[in-house]
């Protein structure tokens, strides 16, 4: 392809094409109406209300109008200069994050330290859901506590007769916390992944200027939830598993394949070897296994790949706009834009930029993970949440608008945090 720095007939169809993307993902909630009320044409409507299915499927359209006006060699040169790092990252750590023995292991943590809360257990697991879970995902990365949180959240709770308000609200408070709770440390969150090297963040760094605010934003989100909707929390009668069949072996087995998974995230041929030889043990003690979500990793993973293609020709607008901002302003404009754009796009983009000042470096990552819980693709884990818990809403699609309107206050508390204190 011709210089992203000119503006060419592929960037301004690539932007429609983008802009129909999102329109379609705030539609998903209409077509899966339609697919139930419209039997005839009910497989079609159900594919175009998947909201997995949305960027990719936009983003192969724009690969033939590249094959069409620019030929098959800028075609094919464009896709293999994309990075599918991150869609074959966090396929790997769903599937390996929802396995029985890991799920196991992480309520018997929960159920533990919610005995240590003097509350009742169902109130004290809840809270530790929204709150432990998503600080534990600047250590074992954002995807695999966006996994955990919406497999024990969804068994425990969702499948419970919880009222609509209260789910949406769960799923804004999870989505935000998720994309704040991960900048404890440089590599767990994609908007910071995206910089920190360029910018050499390290640990400290992190907890310096991200890591405090993210983890008293995340204690008030949660505790502000739980105690709102503690009497119709504290309804839900479950039976946390206290004992397991799995052996502790091969528990400590399955946690070996998700550290290194997660230590080699940058290294698709290395976590992608561990994970075929991790299916290789998964066959062999099938009856200590749960099915495998290959199904759904596969769909955010598509997902994903289709916001890196369709995204790699949004360049030539946002950059200029990101850039042309004040410190204050470039905060507010990353929590903005990263709604309808992937967060670590945003950052990525930021990063190609020489001589940017410090407090615009940390305002642009702040804005960019305050805002990464407002919609489906504002941050990469996002998809796998939806993936995992649609199920357990109205025909089995979660409004755009619903998750939107969940994740304004907790947004707000995080933007108290980063900007005002």
Known sequence: MRAMDNITTINLIGSALFAIAILHTFSTKYFEHLAHTHKKFSGLLHLLGEVEIVFGFWAMVLVIFMFILEGKTSAVEYVDSRNFTEPMFVFVIMVIAATKPILEFSEKL?????????????????????????????????PAAMTLAALLLGRLYYKSNLSNTLKYLTLGVLFVNISIGGTLTPYAAPPVLMVAATWNWDIVFMLENFGWRSAIAVLINAGLLT??????????????????????????????????????????????????????????????????????????AFFLAGLVVIGGVQQWWLQPILVSMTDNAVYFGATILTAFTDNAALTYLGSLVDGLSDPFKISLVAGAVTGGGLTVIANAPNPAGISILKQHFDEQSISPLGLLAGALAPTLVAVVLFRVI
């Open 110 to 142: 929960v159920i533990l330290l919610s005995k240590l809360i003097p509350i009742k257990k169902e109130i004290g697991m809840f809270f530790l859901l929204l709150c432990f879970v998503p600080l534990l995902g600047s250590f074992i990365t954002e």
């Open 227 to 300: 105690f709102l909707f503690r009497n119709q929390i504290k309804l839900i009668n479950f039976n946390p598993q206290a004992k397991s069949v799995v052996p502790s072996v091969l528990t400590l087995i399955h946690l070996l394949f998700l550290l290194g998974v997660v230590v080699f995230a940058h290294h698709p041929a290395v976590f992608m070897s561990l994970f075929l030889f991790f299916l290789g043990i998964t066959t062999a003690y099938k009856h200590y296994q749960s099915e495998l979500i290959l199904k759904e990793a596969l769909l955010v």
